[in-house]
Each structure stands twice: as C-alpha cells, then as structure tokens.
C-alpha cells in the first residue's frame, strides 16, 4: 500500500507561482510513473505532467514551458513548479503513483491540494 501526501497548494495571482510537493510513503525510485492530475469542479481528473522510474518528463501543451515536475528519489518526493499561472489552472491538483507488482499494477491517488489563480 502507498500513501501520498499532496502539500503546497494555495491562491494566488495570475501570473504568479506555486510549487506542489507530494510525499510518498515507499520508495518512489521503485514506482513506474508518478504525475500530476488537476480535476476543476465538474470536470474530468487530467493529467497534466508525469515522469517516469527514469526521469523522462511529459507535459501537455497547455502547460509546457510554464510548468515543470521533478522528483527526488533521496526523499521519496514529486514537485511540481507552477509559473505564469493563469485562471485556468484553478483545480485541486492530485498527485498519483502506478507501481507495478509481481502479478499487477495499481494506481495510487493522494488527497488533493487546491489551487487557486485569481484575474
């Protein structure tokens, strides 16, 4: 079992930045791919950054060049740096972990953190 603990979310201006945490309680360097997932009210969970076991970083387009994901394995951690925020990226941000097992593979949720961008 893997718990995820999101920390860091809050309001601020448009334009301005967050920095997302996300502890894990195992070994993240073991999981497969961890990622970052705002779900807005009414709308679907989406992902919008993930990286893999061997720290390749995928991005959407709405996203790209403002938002960077990292990890540090040391502390079993994902980040997730937000610049130039806009309105739009208001949600509460999940951060998840697929792990792979001997006979499976699951995907874990954190709780959420909210983000906030104010016009």
């Known amino acids: 079992q893997v718990q995820l603990v999101e920390s860091g979310g809050g309001l601020v201006e448009a334009g301005g930045s967050l920095s997302l945490a996300c502890a894990a309680s195992g070994s993240i360097s073991n999981f497969r791919v961890m990622g970052w997932y705002p779900q807005a009210p009414g709308k679907q969970r989406e992902m919008v950054a993930d990286?893999?076991?061997?720290?390749?970083?995928n991005y959407v387009d709405s996203v790209k060049g403002r938002f960077t994901i990292s990890r540090d394995n040391a502390k079993n951690t994902l980040y997730l740096q937000m610049n130039s925020l806009k309105p739009e990226d208001t949600a509460s941000y999940y951060c998840?972990?697929?792990?792979?097992?001997?006979?499976?593979?699951?995907?874990?949720w954190g709780q959420g953190t909210q983000v906030t961008v104010s016009s």
């Open positions: 998840s972990a697929v792990v792979d097992y001997t006979l499976s593979r699951r995907q874990y």
């Open positions: 990286i893999t076991r061997d720290g390749f970083a």
